[in-house]
């Protein structure tokens, strides 16, 4: 398993929270229809620091999906992306080591 992780710094908290829902029903689908999709993860610091962590079944599918994040997400999201403000800093792409998660039943 990939994990893509890409990084942002700057993000306007208020605006991203109380957007959140709006901007999920429109990146939800889009991502889910990625080949390889596995999952998803947002993590978002009080200062404005996000993390946004997508698991892919391999390499080549991480990077083919690479598009639809720097093109179609951003067109999906017009005005939020604007309203939620910083920037991508990096994205970067890690193996899966372990995955406790992955053990829990629910």
């Known amino acids: 398993m990939i994990a893509r992780v890409a990084s942002f710094e700057g993000v306007n908290v208020e605006a991203a929270e109380r957007t959140t829902t709006e901007a999920e029903a429109k990146i939800r689908p889009l991502v889910e229809a990625l080949d390889g ?55 970067d792409r890690y193996d899966v080591v372990t995955d406790s998660r992955a053990a829990r039943t629910v």
């Open 37 to 91: 999709f596995e999952g998803s993860l947002e993590l978002m610091s009080s200062g404005g620091k996000v993390l946004s962590v997508t698991f892919f079944d391999s390499e080549e599918n991480a990077r083919a999906a690479e598009r639809t994040f720097d093109e179609e997400l951003p067109r999906q999201l017009g005005d939020l992306f604007k309203e939620w403000g910083g920037k991508r800093v990096t994205v």
